[in-house]
C-alpha cells in the first residue's frame, strides 16, 4: 500500500532475513528423531507510518521480537510440520497478533538434511546433508487471503546423451555446430504455486506438502530423465522445461503456475592437436571441459488457464 504526503510517494515494509533455527522432535515410543533445519525471513507490511514521517516509533513491531517469535513458534510446534505450514502458521501469528499488520510474507529455506542408513537400517537420530534446497513462502492477509508457493533450489541434473540442440538461427556470428548428440546438464530452479486462497482452505493432513514436494521432485526429474533404460530426446532445454513444467501442472491439480528456471551448464567437447600429433585428443563424445561460465540462461512459467465464468 502506497501512501503520498508532500508530492512524496511511500511504500515500506519491514522485516528480519536469514533467522535460522533447527528444531528436532523426539519420538519416545520408537526412539526416532526427526530434524529440520530453517532460515525464516519474514517482512511486514504494516501501518507504522509515523516512524517513516516522524520519531515515533510506537506503531513498529522490532525486527528482533520478529526473531524471537520464529524461535517460540517453533518450540510450540510439538507435532512435526512442513516447512509450509510453518511458514503460513508464523504469517498468521503476526497478522492476528498486531492491529498494525496487514500482510506477513514469510520464506523459509529448509536444508535438505536426510535421515542416513547404517548397513541398510534408518538411522534413529543420524542425518547428512543431501544437495538440493526445499523452499516456501507464504502470504499471509488479515483477511486469511493466501498465497502459498514451494519450491526446489539447486536441483543439479546431468545426463550423457539424449540431447542435442539443431535448426536453429544462424547468421554470420554463428559457430555453434548443430548436434544430435550432447551432454544435457543443469541446475533447476523451481518454484510452483499452490490453489489454496486463504489458510482456512489447506489440507489438513499432516506433512501434506512435504509429500507434494517430494512428488514435485519426481515428477521434475522423470520428465527430464525419461525411462531409465531409454531416456527421452531432448531437443533444447526450452523444450525439457516446457514438458518438465507441464508434466507438474498435468498431475498435481492443486499447483497452478510453476516457474523454472534451468541454466544450460556446458560440457565443451575437448580436442587437442600439435603439428606432430594432429589428433591427440580428438573428441568422440568422450572427454569434455566442464565449465560454469558463461552458460545459457533460460528460464519460463508454466500456469494453467482458468475459465474466466
Ligand atoms: O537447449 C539449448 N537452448 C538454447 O537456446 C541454446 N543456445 C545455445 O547456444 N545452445 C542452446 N541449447
Not at 513458534?73 to 492476528?96: N, P, Q, T
Amino acid at each position: 500500500m502506497a501512501q503520498e504526503a508532500d508530492g512524496i510517494r511511500l511504500e515500506q515494509r519491514h522485516g528480519k532475513a536469514r533467522v535460522r533455527v533447527g528444531r528436532v522432535w523426539r519420538h519416545d515410543h520408537d526412539g526416532s528423531h526427526h530434524f529440520v533445519e530453517w532460515n525464516v525471513s519474514i517482512s511486514l507490511l504494516s501501518h507504522c507510518l509515523s516512524s517513516y514521517y516522524r520519531d515515533d516509533n510506537s506503531d513498529i513491531v522490532a525486527t528482533d521480537t520478529m526473531k524471537n517469535t520464529v524461535y517460540v513458534k517453533a518450540k510450540e510446534c510439538g507435532d512435526r510440520l512442513s516447512v509450509e505450514e510453518f511458514a503460513i502458521l508464523i504469517g498468521k501469528h503476526f497478522c492476528s497478533f498486531y492491529p498494525q499488520v496487514f500482510t506477513a510474507i514469510v520464506s523459509i529455506i529448509e536444508k535438505p538434511w536426510e535421515r542416513v542408513s547404517i548397513d541398510g537400517k534408518p538411522h534413529l537420530h543420524g542425518f547428512k546433508l543431501g544437495s538440493e534446497n526445499h523452499t516456501a513462502e507464504a502470504r499471509v492477509e488479515k483477511s486469511g487471503a493466501l498465497n502459498l508457493t514451494s519450491g526446489i533450489g539447486g536441483l543439479a541434473l546431468l545426463k550423457t546423451t539424449q540431447s542435442g540442440f539443431e535448426r536453429f538461427v544462424r547468421d554470420k556470428y554463428t559457430v555453434l555446430p548443430e548436434t544430435g548428440e550432447r551432454m544435457l546438464a543443469t541446475e533447476v530452479n523451481a518454484s510452483w504455486r499452490y490453489s489454496y486462497e486463504s489458510v482456512a482452505s489447506i489440507p489438513t493432513k499432516g506433512l501434506y506438502f512435504t509429500e507434494k514436494f517430494m512428488d514435485v521432485k519426481k515428477v521434475l526429474m522423470d520428465t527430464f530423465f525419461g525411462p531409465p533404460e531409454t531416456g527421452v530426446y531432448s531437443p533444447s532445454v526450452q523444450r525439457t522445461l516446457y514438458l518438465m513444467g507441464s508434466a507438474v501442472l498435468k498431475r498435481f491439480a492443486d499447483v497452478s503456475s510453476i516457474h523454472l528456471k534451468m541454466p544450460n551448464i556446458h560440457f565443451l567437447p575437448v580436442n587437442l592437436s600439435t603439428k606432430e600429433n594432429p589428433s591427440m585428443v580428438k573428441f568422440k563424445d568422450d572427454v569434455y571441459l566442464p565449465t560454469d561460465e558463461p552458460h545459457g540462461s533460460i528460464e519460463a512459467t508454466v500456469s494453467r488457464i482458468t475459465s474466466k465464468l
